[in-house]
């Protein structure tokens, strides 16, 4: 706590971390000054959380080729190295990050966590990929490969093949070189440094004006 908020709110207020109430009802504003301040600190550690997650990612095949870490390197690899801006790369290399927790929605996942950060179009890609990936595989396991047709009409399915075509089934290749995770950190950083939209951003920012 800077000596603006000691000034402002005391030094017993100093010493009170978190808010009194038992119900939101009964919260005051002092509360929500404190649990604001708190969450500006863990918004601003969300691309910290993202790349030990990545890193859960490691060593995890599933029977693939190469693990589920190495995959979105590559992807992410592939992208950069063909010239996409950096909030799409940062889309590639996160696009499988629901891996772990969303086994039977991976795709949405990820997109819900980029979704403040990216444009319309690299959210639906990264939302809808799982259809246009199995394009590339349904057929094997019984299911339509042809799934990815019920968005023909969508203005981002092109984008989407494209990003499934180019860059993530292709990127199940040992042999390939991928840039490391440390190399991609700074892009990480800097496309989720701050929302470009978010229920929750007018609020942290307000704060931050008056400290
Ligand atoms: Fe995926
Ligand atoms: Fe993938």
């Not at 927790?101 to 980029?114: K, T």
């Not at 990929?129 to 969508?154: I, S, T, V, W």
Request: glycine share 6%; proline share 4%.
């Amino acid at each position: 706590m800077d000596v603006s908020e000691q000034t402002a709110h005391g030094i017993a207020e100093h010493a009170r971390s978190r808010a009194a109430f038992r119900e939101m009802k009964e919260g005051t504003a002092d509360d929500w000054r404190i649990i604001g301040g708190e969450y500006r600190a863990f918004a601003r550690g969300l691309p910290d959380r993202v790349l030990d997650h990545l890193r859960l990612l490691d060593g995890d095949f599933g029977g693939f080729p190469v693990c589920r870490l190495e995959h979105s390197l590559q992807t992410a690899t592939r992208a950069h190295r063909d010239g996409r801006d950096e909030q799409y790369v940062v889309m590639a290399l996160l696009h499988d990050i629901g891996d772990t927790l969303g086994s039977y929605n991976h795709p949405e996942v990820a997109a819900s966590i980029l979704k403040p950060f990216v444009s319309e179009e690299n959210h639906w890609i990264c939302q809808n990929h799982g259809a246009f990936q199995g394009y590339y595989y349904f057929h094997f396991l019984g299911m339509d490969q042809n799934a990815r047709e019920q968005f023909r009409d969508n203005p981002y399915f092109e984008a989407c093949r494209e990003f499934c075509e180019k860059y993530d089934q292709a990127a199940f290749d040992p042999d390939y070189e991928s840039e490391s995770l440390e190399f991609f950190e700074p892009m990480v950083r800097r496309v989720m440094a701050k929302p470009l939209a978010s229920l929750y951003a007018k609020a942290p920012e307000a704060e931050e004006e008056t400290s």
